[in-house]
């Protein structure tokens, strides 16, 4: 079982930044593919960004390409999600979610990911 907890969410104004922390617990990340997700309001959830722990790659959406950064500490045990020049479309829930790398073949796939936090919001007034 993997644990994970979000936080680093809150309302900022367009153009600033947030960090998100997905903390895990449970097992090392070792062998798993950690993604954030995101849910606007009436909208489906979408895929934002994930990474291979083990190597590091990273993955983005078209949308948050050259804004958001994905990063990972062995350390902490803990992915990243840094924010910057938000626009209000990034208004969402962010949820970090983990699953095994090699079931996770597609990034983009939730269905793939076996473990979910509880999700943090995002606000970013214009």
């Known amino acids: 079982q993997v644990q994970l907890v979000e936080s680093g969410g809150g309302l900022v104004q367009a153009g600033g930044s947030l960090r998100l922390s997905c903390a895990a617990s449970g097992r090392t990340l070792s062998d798993y593919t950690m993604g954030w997700f995101r849910q606007a309001p009436g909208k489906e959830r979408e895929f934002v960004a994930a990474?291979?722990?083990?190597?590091?790659?990273?993955y983005y959406s078209d949308s948050v390409k050259g804004r958001f950064t994905i990063s990972r500490d062995n350390a902490k045990n803990t992915v990243y999600l840094q924010m910057n020049s938000l626009k209000p479309e990034d208004t969402a829930v962010y949820s970090c979610?983990?699953?095994?790398?090699?079931?996770?073949?597609?990034?983009?796939?939730?269905?793939?990911?076996?473990?979910w936090g509880q999700g943090t919001q995002v606000t970013v007034s214009s």
């Open positions: 990474i291979r722990w083990a190597s590091g790659i990273t």
């Open positions: 979610a983990a699953g095994r790398a090699g079931k996770v073949v597609v990034v983009a796939y939730e269905r793939l990911y076996d473990y």
